[in-house]
C-alpha cells in the first residue's frame, strides 16, 4: 500500500473544507488532472504524485437520500446509485446503443467505481477497511435491442478487482433501463464488507 496526502477537499464552487490523506494499492490506477468548478455541488480531492495525478470525485446527492451508509453494526458498506461524474457534472450522457457506445458505457461504469471507491475512502477513512466488494448492482440506459449490459458494467468489476485484487471480486447485475437520472448512460450501486471501528 501506498499514502497518498492529498492537498486539499474542495466543494465544487473551489471553496477547501478540510485536508486530508488517502492510502491506495500499490498497483491502483491514477488518473488524469480535474480541476473544480461552480457546475454541480461535489466533493474534489487531488494530488500530484511525481507526473501522475489522482483524483477523485463524489457527488453531492441529487434527491432526499444518503449517498452512503454503514449497517449491520459497523461491517457492512452501502453506496446509494453512482452516476460516472467528474468535477461535478456527468462525463457521459445518453443511451448505451445510440449516442453511447458500448466502449463509451465502459468507461462510465468504471468512473462509477471510482467514484464509490472515493466516497469509501471518504466515509471509511481508509480502503484498508474494505474485507470484500460484496455485491455490485448496475443499471444500463440502453436501445431495447442491446444486450451486452454485463460488458459495459464489466467497467466497473474490471477497476475494482485492479484496484482492491481479490478483495475486489463481488456478486453482480446487470440490468436493462429505458433510462437514468440527469440522462446518465450508467448508474451503479456498491455493497462492501468492512472492518469495523
Known amino acids: 500500500m501506498i499514502a497518498v496526502p492529498l492537498n486539499e477537499l474542495y466543494l465544487a464552487r473551489g471553496t477547501c473544507i478540510m485536508s486530508f490523506s488517502v492510502t491506495l ?22 494530488n500530484t ?42 462525463i457521459y450522457t445518453g443511451i448505451v446503443g ?10 462510465a461504469a468504471k468512473l462509477c ?12 477513512g481508509s480502503l484498508d477497511r474494505i474485507k470484500k466488494v460484496t455485491t455490485v448492482t448496475g443499471y444500463v440506459a440502453s436501445t431495447p435491442g442491446f444486450t451486452d ?3 459495459v458494467i464489466n467497467g466497473a468489476s ?3 478487482v485492479e484496484t482492491l485484487g481479490d478483495r475486489g471480486r463481488h456478486t453482480r447485475a446487470a440490468v436493462g433501463m429505458a433510462s437514468l437520472p440527469l440522462n446518465a448512460p450508467v448508474e451503479i450501486s456498491f455493497e462492501m464488507e468492512i472492518t469495523p471501528e
Open 25 to 46: 494499492p500499490a498497483h491502483a490506477q491514477h488518473f488524469s488532472s480535474i480541476t473544480p468548478n461552480a457546475v454541480a455541488p461535489s466533493i474534489l480531492s487531488t
Open 98 to 107: 445510440d449516442t453511447v457506445t458500448q466502449e463509451q458505457g465502459y468507461e
Open 149 to 151: 449490459h454485463p460488458k
Open 49 to 90: 504524485l511525481g507526473a501522475d495525478t489522482v483524483n477523485f470525485s463524489s457527488a453531492a446527492p441529487i434527491g432526499n437520500y444518503l449517498p452512503s451508509l454503514i449497517t449491520n453494526n459497523g461491517h457492512t458498506f452501502k453506496t446509494s446509485g453512482t452516476l460516472p461524474m467528474k468535477d461535478g457534472k456527468l
Open 113 to 124: 467505481a471510482q467514484n464509490a471507491l472515493a466516497l469509501a475512502e471518504q466515509e471509511l
Open 158 to 160: 474490471d477497476y475494482l
